[in-house]
Each structure stands twice: as C-alpha cells, then as structure tokens.
C-alpha cells in the first residue's frame, strides 16, 4: 500500500510570480517522531501508512507523493516595522492541498525541507528544539479553541543543522487553511502589480470568505472580514495569556489563524509588558501591544489593497479607514466579552468592566499566575477563595477585590455549580508553560527521549479539563525554573 494524499492544488495553479517550483532536499535518514493521528483522519490521510518508512519519507521532503505539486510561496513583510521586499518561503515548501472531513481546504506544507530560491543565506532547514516547540504550542492552541495553525507530524532527519552549535535537524508537517499572509500581498502591492493583487484576493475571497463573493464591494469586505477575525484573534491570545512573539506582517495570517510559532510563549505570572523573544529588544510585540500591532498590521494590508478601492487615491485611503475603524471596537467587545466569561459573569451591567480591570490590576501588582487565578476563581464560586488568594503576593488584595466580585455575580440567577462550569470551560487549568516545554525539548535533543514531550502534548489536548493525574504540569515555573526568554531557533 502506498499512502495516498487526496491533493487538489489550487495555489499552484495561480500565475508563476506567485511562488517558485522546488521539490524539497532528500534527508538522510528520516524517523518519526511524532504524528497526530486525529488529524490525519480529519485530511483524509491513512495514519497507519503514514507510521511506515514509506510515510515517515514523505513526511522528512524525501519522496514527493503522487498528486503534490510542490512549491515556495512568494511574500513580503514588514519585520519589527521595516519592509523587506522579499521574504518568502525560505524552509517551507508546500506539498499541496487537500479537502477535510469537513470541506476545508487546508495547505500541507512541510518546514525544514531544505532550501528554495527564498532561502537567501539560510539553510532551509529546522533544529528539532524548535520544531517540537511549534508541535507542543500549536497543537495546545488548538485544543484551546484558537484558530491556529496544526502540527501533522515531526520526523528528525538523522542530520545535524548548524546553529550556533550542531542540533538535530527535524521537519514539521504544518496544516494551514491557508498559507497566505498580509506579506502576501505586500509582494505584489511593492511591486505594482495591481493585477496580481486582484489575483490574489479574489483567490482568498473564494477560499476564506466564500460568503463575500457576491458583496456588492467585495474587496471592501474582504479588508473588513479580514480585520474582523483578527480582531478576534488577537482578544483570544489576550484571554489566555498568548504571546506571539513575532507579529511581523509576514507572520500575519489572512484567514485569521495563528501562524509562525518561534519565540512565543505563555505568560505565567500576569504582567501586560511581558515580552519573552530574545529579538524583541524594544518591546514591540509585548503582550499587551498586540492589539495596536494587529491593527498596524491591518493598516499595511489596506495599503495593498488601495488600488482596488478606487482609481481616486484620497477616496480609497478614506474607504479603508472606515474599515480599520472598526478593528478597536470589535477587538474591545471580544475581549471584554471574554473576560466577563473568565470571571463568571453571565449578564452585563454598569461597572463590570472596572470591576475585572481591578482584578487584572491586583493580578499585576501581585504577580499574580495569570492562569491560575481565573482557574482557581471558578472553583471559590462554589467553594471559598483559597486557591485564589493563594497566587497574589498580598492575599489581601484578592479579598477586597473579592467581597466586590461576591456581591456582584449575587445579582444573577445562576447557581454555584452553573457558575463554576462556565468558568472552567474558558479558563484551562493547563497550558504550555515555557519551562515545561523548555524541559521537554532538551529530553528530547540531548536523550532522544520523547517520553516527556509525548506526556506533554497529551495533557494539553485536555486543557479545561482538571486531569488530577497531571496536577504538577499546571503548577507555575519555581524561582529557578523561570524562562526569561525565548528564542526562534531559525
Ligand atoms: P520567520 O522568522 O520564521 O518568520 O522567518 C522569516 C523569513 O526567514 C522567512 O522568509 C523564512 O522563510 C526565512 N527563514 C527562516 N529560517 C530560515 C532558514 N533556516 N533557512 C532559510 N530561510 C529561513
Ligand atoms: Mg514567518
């Protein structure tokens, strides 16, 4: 049996300026590690064939399977706010496309394949630490209910890359709805080529927002659908505690998913101005900015799209500003919408908001763990504070607050238990926190061990769940185990 991959390309069949043809780099001696079963069956994809030699081949770029039609997506981007008129896929190639379970079409692109015309002076290649960080953070998003990227597989290549010492080298198997980013149509829009743009978004209109076809200003709406999920988006990496890391334009996905894991991190204890990657000197990408920076982002999107507005420049910038506009409020209402779930609120009434802003507040004097305080805060509906109180550096502080949180969720109907349900199903008790996955790469790279990394995953595929068993992999980092900082590894 040979596996099979029900491709059905449509990217590659857009004009030549899109991408370059190029088959991923034979690898030596590819072995899996890891594949998500769940995930091959929802593609249409036989996991028992692709656990074979024949599969774990595919997987490492060292066969092509039948039907693929593979390729480097051509991008541009602004990176920490300056344009690089060329980027592209540099380590990725796109086998191609297949229709899912549910009639998706998603991209099956592997990373780490080798090199392509984009690669400038990189090597085309992945390290395993980082490709098991992308497998552990993404798969964790998902199950999370954010809209991501997904994790089909990770081989090891049985070569080394070199870094800044040699590491195994690895590939990740991405799932995407799509590959296409704000950089994608950054490429064409620098180089004025208006056409191509219209190629572009009628292409992503038909595949990501099928239902804007037969708007009456269909390029209008796609800018408008596209700031709406984001908006979306970025208030649910807030109510988490997600920090992406790298929100250059380039990494900016048009159907709204989370794209390009590198130094991203959870927080642990909740401070607004978290910022972990080691690139990210300034700040640019703290925690609490990337709402500002989506809509930056945005903005550059816009630009792209400006010609097909209106041949009038000055009325086209004004259409598109009525657009962006919106982005603030509809990232505000996700965002407040969510929090009020997290602190068990079912109705809406004058001063809620200030009353969970205080919360955050004494969270943040108090380096309070932000994933354990809304965790524990489900559980002190139905039973007292205690577990609560305990992650404020001044319990105190969680009581004033408290008494004030008491008597307000008093005025709603809804019973403790109730309460406490809701509560749990949006605020996980565990998610990837950076020491654990710190931990688990280095078993992985220096022991070949993937023990840890398989107990990891499979924890966080339950999130919301208590999974007493695993209580420990909810505990925050202990003084000595804190990472400061996180790296891309490219
Ligand atoms: P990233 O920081 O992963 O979003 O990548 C930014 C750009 O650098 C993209 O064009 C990548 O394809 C490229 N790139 C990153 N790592 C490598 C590598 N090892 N070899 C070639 N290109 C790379
Ligand atoms: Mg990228």
Request: aromatic share 8%; hydrophobic share 45%.
């Amino acid at each position: 049996m040979t596996v099979h991959f029900p491709f059905q390309n449509s990217y590659s069949a857009l004009p030549d300026s899109f991408f370059a043809r190029v088959a991923p780099t034979p690898v030596a001696a590819p072995r899996l590690i890891k594949l998500n079963r769940p995930l091959a069956l929802q593609l249409g994809l036989d996991p028992d064939l692709l656990e074979t030699p024949e599969g774990a081949a595919i997987l490492a770029g060292k066969t092509v399977p039948d039907g693929a039609d593979p390729i480097a997506m051509a991008y541009a981007g602004h990176q920490f706010g300056h344009f690089v008129p060329q980027l592209g896929d540099g380590r990725a190639i796109l086998l191609g496309e297949v229709i899912d379970k549910d009639g998706v079409r998603r991209d099956i692109q592997l990373k780490g394949s080798g090199p392509t015309p984009f690669s400038r002076r990189g090597d085309g290649r992945a390290a395993l630490g980082p490709v098991l960080r992308e497998y552990i953070v993404s798969e964790a998003m998902f199950a999370l209910g954010i809209p991501t990227t997904r994790s089909l597989a990770a081989v090891v290549t049985g070569e080394h890359v070199m870094r800044e010492t040699a590491l195994p080298g690895a590939v990740l198997t991405r799932v995407a709805s799509s590959h296409i980013r704000v950089g994608t149509f950054q490429f064409f829009a620098a180089r004025r080529d208006t056409e191509a743009v219209r190629r572009l978004a009628d292409h992503v209109i038909v595949r990501h927002y099928p239902e804007l076809r037969n708007a009456e200003r269909p390029y209008h709406a796609l800018l408008a659908g596209v700031v709406a999920r984001q908006a979306d988006l970025v208030a649910r990496w807030l109510l988490v505690g997600f920090i992406h890391g790298v929100m250059n334009t380039d990494n900016s996905s048009i159907s709204g998913e989370t794209i390009d894991y590198g130094p991203c991190a959870f927080m642990d204890a909740y401070n607004p101005s978290q910022v972990f990657s080691s690139i990210d000197e300034m700040g640019r990408y703290a925690y609490a900015n990337q709402p500002r920076i989506a809509l930056w982002n945005l903005t550059r999107l816009a630009e792209c799209l400006l010609p097909l507005f209106s041949d009038e420049q000055e009325k086209a910038v004004a259409e598109a500003q009525d657009i962006l506009g919106a982005f603030s409020d509809q990232f505000s209402a996700a965002y407040q919408a969510g929090l009020r779930r997290k602190v068990g609120l079912f109705t809406e009434r004058d001063g809620d908001e200030a009353l969970i802003q205080d919360l955050l507040d004494a969270m943040a004097k108090n380096q309070a763990d932000f994933t354990l305080t809304f965790r524990k805060l489900g559980d002190a509906a139905v039973d007292d504070s205690a577990d609560a109180r305990a992650q404020f550096m001044e319990p105190a502080a969680f009581d004033e607050w408290a008494g004030r949180w008491r008597a307000r969720i008093a005025l709603e109907p809804q019973g403790a238990s109730e309460r406490q349900a809701a509560m749990h199903a949006v605020n996980p008790m565990f998610i990837p926190r950076n020491h654990r996955v710190e931990a688990v790469i280095q078993t992985a790279v220096d022991d070949d061990n993937y023990a840890p990394f398989e107990e990891l995953v499979k924890v966080l595929a339950k999130p919301f769940d208590d999974q007493p068993e695993y209580a420990a992999y909810a505990d925050p980092p202990l003084p000595d185990q804190r990472v400061l900082q996180t790296f891309c590894g490219t």
